[in-house]
C-alpha cells in the first residue's frame, strides 16, 4: 500500500478539543458553502457536498448549521467570497507538505503560511514542488469496536476497494476517489459507523522523523492547521508510536 497521511490520524485524534474552539465547525461550514455554491444545493445531486454533509454529521454538527451553510453557498442567505487553492512546500527533514486552503483573502493566507514555514524551519515551495508525490484516495476510519472483522473485509472486497489494513484501533479503507460514495453507501448500508470519511491526499511513500525533525514538523502542522483559511493539510511524515509518546512525555 501506499504511504498514510499520519497528519490527518493525529488530527483526528485532537478532534474533540478542535471542535471545542470551534475550529473543526469552522472549517466544515467553509466547505458545504463553496460545495454548494460550486455544485448547487441539492445534497443528492451533489457528491461534493453529500461527502461535506455526511462528515459534519460525523462530527455532530447541528442540522441548522448545515443548512445556514447550504444556503450561504446557494446565495439564499448572505455569505462571504470564498476561494480555493493550495500551497505546497517542504517541512523540517525535507517532509512534503500540501496546505489546502478556503479564504477570502488569498494575499493574507500565503503571507501566514509562508510566515509559518520559516518559523519551523521549513520552505514554501511553487505549486508542482510535492504534489506529484501524493495520489488522491478516497479514505475510511473504522473503529475496531464499530464492525466484525470479517464483514468489514468482505464489504472492501465487494465494493472493489484498493486496500484495508488494520491500524491499531481502526480499520482503514482506501477507495477511489470517485467511489468514496459507494463505500459510504456501502457502510451505512451495513449500518456500519465510521469515524472518518473523506477524500484524501495520500502519500505514495513515508519519511521517518525523529528527534527535534519530528518535533518541528507536528508544530509547524499543528501551527497551520490553527490558520483560520486552512481547510486540511496533508503530509508525508511518519513518526512511530514510540517516538510519539516520547514526545507526549517530555
Given at each position: 500500500?501506499?504511504?498514510?497521511?499520519?497528519?490527518?490520524?493525529?488530527k483526528?485524534?485532537?478532534?474533540?478539543?478542535?471542535?471545542?474552539?470551534?475550529?473543526?465547525?469552522?472549517?466544515?461550514?467553509?466547505?458545504?458553502?463553496?460545495?454548494?455554491?460550486?455544485?448547487?444545493?441539492?445534497?443528492?445531486?451533489?457528491?461534493?457536498?453529500?461527502?461535506?454533509?455526511?462528515?459534519?454529521?460525523?462530527?455532530?454538527?447541528?442540522?441548522?448549521?448545515?443548512?445556514?451553510?447550504?444556503?450561504?453557498g446557494?446565495?439564499?442567505?448572505?455569505?462571504?467570497?470564498l476561494?480555493?487553492?493550495?500551497?505546497?512546500?517542504?517541512?523540517?527533514?525535507?517532509?512534503?507538505?500540501?496546505?489546502?486552503?478556503?479564504?477570502?483573502?488569498?494575499?493574507?493566507?500565503?503571507?501566514?503560511?509562508?510566515?509559518?514555514?520559516?518559523?519551523?524551519?521549513?520552505?514554501?515551495?511553487?505549486?508542482?514542488?510535492?504534489?506529484?508525490?501524493?495520489?488522491?484516495?478516497?479514505?475510511?476510519?473504522?473503529?475496531?469496536?464499530?464492525?466484525d472483522?470479517?464483514m468489514?473485509?468482505?464489504?472492501?472486497?465487494?465494493?472493489?476497494?484498493?486496500?484495508?489494513?488494520?491500524?491499531?484501533?481502526?480499520?482503514?479503507?482506501?477507495?477511489?476517489?470517485?467511489?468514496?460514495?459507494?463505500?459510504r453507501?456501502?457502510?451505512?448500508?451495513?449500518?456500519?459507523?465510521?469515524?472518518?470519511?473523506?477524500?484524501?491526499?495520500?502519500?505514495?511513500?513515508?519519511?521517518?522523523?525523529?528527534?527535534?525533525?519530528?518535533?518541528?514538523?507536528?508544530?509547524?502542522?499543528?501551527?497551520?492547521?490553527?490558520?483560520?483559511?486552512?481547510q486540511?493539510?496533508?503530509?508525508?511524515?511518519?513518526?512511530?508510536?514510540?517516538?510519539?509518546?516520547?514526545?507526549?512525555?517530555?
Open positions: 500500500m501506499s504511504g498514510h497521511n499520519k497528519w490527518s490520524t493525529i483526528h485524534k485532537k478532534g474533540a478539543a478542535d471542535a471545542k474552539r470551534g475550529k473543526l465547525f469552522s472549517k466544515l461550514i467553509k466547505e458545504i458553502t463553496v460545495a454548494a455554491r460550486m455544485g448547487g444545493g441539492d445534497i443528492e445531486g451533489n457528491s461534493r457536498l453529500r461527502s461535506a454533509v455526511a462528515t459534519a454529521k460525523t462530527a455532530n454538527m447541528p442540522k441548522d448549521n448545515i443548512d445556514r451553510a447550504i444556503k450561504k446557494t446565495g439564499e442567505l448572505e455569505g462571504f467570497n476561494e480555493e487553492t493550495s500551497y505546497e512546500g517542504y517541512g523540517p527533514g525535507g517532509v512534503a507538505v500540501l496546505v489546502n486552503v478556503l479564504t477570502d483573502n488569498k494575499n493574507r493566507a500565503v503571507a501566514d503560511i509562508r510566515h509559518l514555514f520559516s518559523k519551523y524551519n521549513g520552505n514554501l515551495g511553487e505549486t508542482g514542488c510535492v504534489s506529484w508525490m501524493f495520489d488522491k484516495k478516497g479514505f475510511a476510519a473504522v473503529p475496531k469496536d464499530a464492525v472483522e470479517e468489514l473485509y468482505d464489504l472492501a472486497l465487494e465494493i472493489g476497494a484498493e486496500d484495508i489494513s488494520d491500524e491499531g484501533n481502526e480499520f482503514e479503507i482506501v477507495i477511489a476517489p470517485d467511489e468514496i460514495e459507494t463505500l453507501e456501502a457502510l451505512e448500508g451495513k449500518d456500519i459507523k465510521y469515524s472518518q470519511l473523506e477524500v484524501q491526499m495520500i502519500p505514495q511513500t513515508n519519511v521517518t522523523l525523529t528527534g527535534k525533525q519530528a518535533q518541528q514538523t507536528l508544530k509547524l502542522l499543528d501551527a497551520l492547521e490553527e490558520l483560520d483559511d486552512v486540511s493539510i496533508s503530509s508525508n511524515f511518519d513518526i512511530s508510536d514510540e517516538e510519539m509518546a516520547q514526545m507526549q512525555g517530555s
